[in-house]
């Protein structure tokens, strides 16, 4: 026996980047989320090479979770091709090794900014949620360690407070992305900043959902199958963004999450935020064959 | 016709990069030597916020990030975590430091006496424009003194302890891999001593002045005397596998102890980080006298200011800022728009409730 057989040659750099006890402290920790579901577990965050708030807690999840076989996906805002995904997919398959896809269907792990895809998830994806504030009472309490006991406490009148207060000044309730939401009848959690659009397509999904903040050191999850229930009054139902009936301009799909283009004259044009829900459609219509797989929301709607 | 998905998003960011690093042109390891040379207080105030002791590779990370500090400091800090912990280097006592420079303000002389050591505090700061006109800079040689001044000292509140003036903090046994590290485990409040110690050390310079300035300026309760300011270099000791303690070399630190009256004894704040940094030492330590018994959300407290002088953290979040936010905009413009409508439709009919 020799000492080379008992070590591996030198490398730059860790399988992933992080090395054995990042990851390890992070599945301790992913573990654990998924135990409590919605309850923010502090961890260590390790600097990765990319700025804090700019994916670094996905990624260092993404990262954990990877292995040569997987096939992963990220987007931004719903897109494929935005300059922040491309360089965390680049990034992770420059050190993983892994395959990418911008096929949601075909995803092994998505990583995602903001946006669920349209398409329904499966029992053997993972989702991972970029979290930029993982703490939903921040608006009413900015400090982090009385609002830990706030919800050690389920502590949540003046996150209800808030709600009213919006409804009696505007109407409605005014939060528009981040939509408070109470996960497992027991943790109110962010849903990241997703629209109110997406929050019905965590509730009793079949993946797993890992939501985690690399600059504020928290991670959460929201297990398969597992209720995430919008904060709202009995009588003032949830509301979506209005884009049900909307049609994108430039793949003619209806009834999904879009982006709106100001355009000269003064009117604005439509098109579908989840890129390869477009992508996919012209494909279809186009005649290359149907890829579209099954979407959560139906003619606009999201089934109750 | 056909979609084309607008696939420029890669090309576009590596392009972007080329036309960054096109300004510093291509540099080899003679640039890294002439900025570690030139710029040794640049050099130590990147080493400690990246709480990385290397001169070479700080040296690089300016090269490499052509001077954007926050860019230095996030490579190392990320060279860093990815390098295995090896050893924990033994405990420094103060009077082991071998000190260029020692200051106090608190009394006329001390023991061991006022060491000024290198410093610009008493140069009439005037710009030497006469290099731009081809001159050389040559300072004048040092005249070395006739008595050096002793390398070892104890610190001052050394002797305000014995004096029953101040309460030393009691001493922590902790050793080795039980010292609580904050680059492997979460912040969490109350913060555990030797995690603020090492959030201030590794602190953005900057952050930790404007709000230490804060402090001194009447938004803390303490009022600082510079009890001693440190400049020194220190022995780091650590332990060979068969059991032998060695020398892995010497690293520059600065310290800081500031003290305020507390009732009848003093209260002291410290601070202590790689690499000379005198600015950041004194206004860290002035928090750290501010924070016991700190107001909840006050600049002085623990959670506000540690939270708020990561400057990884700070800047990289202020950076995003400029990532796409359209989808959050879209989301908010919907419930905007939906209440307006709303308001124009009811106002009529309906009373508005009392606000």
């Known amino acids: 026996m020799s000492l080379s057989t008992l070590t591996k040659p030198w490398e730059a750099m860790s399988y992933g980047f992080l090395d054995g006890s990042a990851k390890r402290e992070l599945r301790r920790k992913m573990l654990k989320s998924v135990a409590v579901p919605g309850c923010q577990m502090p961890y260590a ?21 990877v292995n040569p076989q997987t096939r992963v996906k990220v987007i931004d805002q719903g897109a494929d091709d935005s300059v922040n995904a491309a360089s965390i997919r680049r990034f992770i398959a420059r050190v993983a090794g892994t395959h990418t896809t911008m096929d949601t269907l075909e995803a092994d792990l998505i990583q995602s900014r903001h946006r669920i895809p349209e398409e329904i998830l499966r029992e053997d994806q993972v989702l991972v949620l970029q979290v930029p504030n993982p703490e939903p009472l921040r608006p009413v309490q900015p400090n982090m360690s009385i609002a830990r006991q706030m919800h050690a406490d389920a502590d949540y009148g003046r996150m209800w407070l808030q709600l009213y207060e919006q409804i009696v000044r505007s109407g409605r309730v005014m939060q528009g992305a981040s939509y408070p939401s109470l996960v497992n009848g027991r943790h109110v959690m ?49 509301k979506v963004e209005g884009h049900g009936h909307l049609t994108c301009t430039r793949s003619g799909t209806t009834g999904f999450f879009m982006n ?45 | ?93 103060q009077d082991t430091l071998f000190t260029h420079r020692r200051i106090s303000a608190a009394f006329k002389d001390i023991p061991g006496g006022q060491v000024l050591g290198p410093t610009l505090d008493y140069a009439h700061r005037i710009l030497a424009t006469d290099v731009l006109q081809g001159e050389t800079y040559a300072p004048d040689p040092v005249e070395p003194a006739a008595d050096p001044s002793p390398a070892y000292q104890p610190s001052v509140s050394a002797w305000q302890a014995d004096n029953d003036l101040l309460d030393p903090p009691a001493e922590d046994l902790t050793k080795g891999n039980d010292i609580p590290d904050l680059t492997r485990e979460p912040l969490l409040f109350p913060s555990k001593r030797a995690h603020t110690l090492q959030s201030l050390a590794r602190a953005e310079t900057g952050g930790v002045l404007a709000l230490g300035y804060a402090a001194m300026r009447g938004y803390g309760q303490a009022h600082p005397t510079v009890n001693e300011l440190r400049l020194a270099e220190a022995d780091i000791a650590v332990i060979h596998p068969d059991g032998r303690q060695f020398s892995a070399g010497r690293v520059k630190v600065s310290q800081a102890e500031v003290v305020d009256k507390k009732g009848e004894k003093l209260g002291i704040g410290y601070a202590a980080t790689f690499g000379w940094n005198e600015v950041k030492c004194i206004a860290a330590a002035t928090l750290d006298l501010n924070s016991p018994g700190a107001e909840k959300g006050s600049a002085t407290e623990e959670e506000f200011f540690l939270y708020h002088t990561e400057g990884v953290e700070s800047s990289g979040f202020c950076i995003h800022f400029k990532l796409p936010h359209y989808v959050t905009f879209q989301s908010s413009l919907d419930a905007m728009r939906d209440a307006k409508a709303k308001k124009g439709a009811g106002a009529s009919k309906q009373q508005e409730p009392a606000e």
């Not at chain 1, 997406?198 to 600059?215: C, F, N, Q, Y």
């Not at chain 1, 991670?219 to 709202?232: D, G, H, K, M, S």
Request: charged share 30%; proline share 7%; hydrophobic share 35%.
């Open chain 1, 45 to 65: 965050s390790r600097e990765v090479p990319m700025a804090r708030g700019w994916g670094t807690g996905g990624l260092q999840v993404s990262l954990t979770l």
């Open chain 1, 190 to 238: 962010t849903p990241s900043p997703i629209p109110r659009w997406d929050v019905p397509k965590l509730h009793m999904a079949k993946h797993l959902t890992i939501l985690s903040a690399g600059r504020e050191k928290r991670i959460f999850a929201v297990p398969p199958f597992t209720r995430v229930e919008p904060l709202v009054f009995s009588d003032v139902p949830y």
């Open chain 1, 260 to 304: 709106e283009i100001p355009q000269d004259d003064g009117s604005s044009a439509f098109e579908v935020s989840d890129s390869e829900w477009g992508v996919k459609t012209i494909r279809a219509h186009d005649g290359e064959g149907e890829s579209r797989g099954e979407t959560w929301y139906k003619d606009g709607e999201m089934p109750q």
């Open chain 2, 1 to 93: 016709m056909a979609y084309v998905a607008t696939r420029g998003g890669e090309r576009a960011i590596e392009q972007s990069e080329r036309l960054f690093r096109e300004e510093m042109g291509s540099f080899d390891r003679y640039r890294v030597e002439e900025v570690k040379k030139s710029l040794p207080y640049l050099i130590d105030r990147v080493m400690g916020e990246a709480s990385l002791y290397d001169e070479d590779l700080a040296a690089l990370a300016l090269a490499q990030t052509g001077g954007e500090l926050y860019e230095a400091v996030l490579l190392l800090r990320a060279w860093r975590t990815s390098q295995p912990r090896l050893q924990v280097a033994a405990p420094i006592e």
